[in-house]
């Protein structure tokens, strides 16, 4: 009997330490996703797309133009008659639509991105906010387009809120042919939301309208 008591006593003990080191193997296990593995072709071509642009956007905001023109398609250069005539270009531009002081930089989101071979091409959404006196708060939204010639290590730009879409195949004849690219807009976000609120309340009322039930006649 005590025999039995001890065998007992010992497997138990047995099962608690197998339990114990199974639980440390599998906390010493190896994740399954390993960080060193190397970045796909898109990711390395995405952020270093938005870096670039990022780059191109902050020399527009504090006009560093030798910048700016670097990060620029050669090609945009070329359109404009040289540095020259691109710089008086984009220089134009920029003060005509000054930022104001309280403003930041455009906030930037990768819209589409494709390639052919070692050649990437991308559109990159901006979005400017700023304060208008009479009508509140103000939205632009223009586009980047990018180029990377070196699979998506280093890129240009060109900006197509500088010319008409029409324009964008002289600028940029190596733009591939499905590469959407969508027409800036502005958004008065006051005014917007405003508008939504009288919808939302005409809505409201349409349809406790219909729930409301119907008055019989009485009859005689």
């Keep these: 009997m005590i025999q039995t008591t001890k065998c007992i006593i010992t497997c138990a003990l047995f099962i608690c330490l ?15 996703t390993d960080s060193s593995l190397p970045e796909s072709d898109t990711a390395i071509a995405t ?9 191109l956007t902050k020399a527009n905001f504090y006009a560093e133009w030798d910048t700016y023109m670097n990060l620029s398609m050669a090609s945009a250069i ?3 008659g040289g540095k020259d005539g691109f710089k ?18 455009e906030k930037l989101q990768l819209l589409n991105l494709l390639n052919k071979e070692d050649t990437w091409q991308c559109v990159i959404e ?33 900006d197509a809120s500088h010319n008409s879409l029409v324009n964008v195949i002289y600028i940029m004849p ?33 349809a406790a309208a219909k729930k409301k039930p119907a008055v019989k006649k009485s009859t005689k």
Excluded: M
């Excluded at 197998?18 to 399954?32: E, F, K, L």
């Excluded at 952020?47 to 780059?55: G, P, Q, V």
């Excluded at 223009?142 to 998506?152: C, F, R, V």
């Excluded at 969508?182 to 405003?194: H, L, N, Q, S, T």
């Design 174 to 206: 190596s733009v591939f042919g499905t590469l959407e690219i969508p027409e800036g807009k502005i958004v008065y976000v006051d005014e917007v939301a405003a508008q939504e609120a009288i919808q939302a309340e005409q809505a409201a009322k349409a």
């Design 126 to 158: 901006k979005v400017r906010e700023s304060w208008d006196e009479s009508r509140g708060k103000v939205k632009t939204f223009t586009y980047l387009l990018g180029e990377s010639t070196d699979n998506g290590l280093t890129w240009k730009f060109v």
């Design 47 to 55: 952020r270093n797309a938005l870096k670039f642009a990022e780059s």
């Design 88 to 105: 008086e270009h984009v220089v134009t531009i920029h003060y005509h639509n000054e930022p104001k002081t309280e403003e930041k930089p």
């Design 78 to 80: 070329k359109y404009y």
């Design 18 to 32: 197998s339990g114990i080191v199974h639980a440390q193997d599998q906390t010493a296990a190896p994740s399954t």
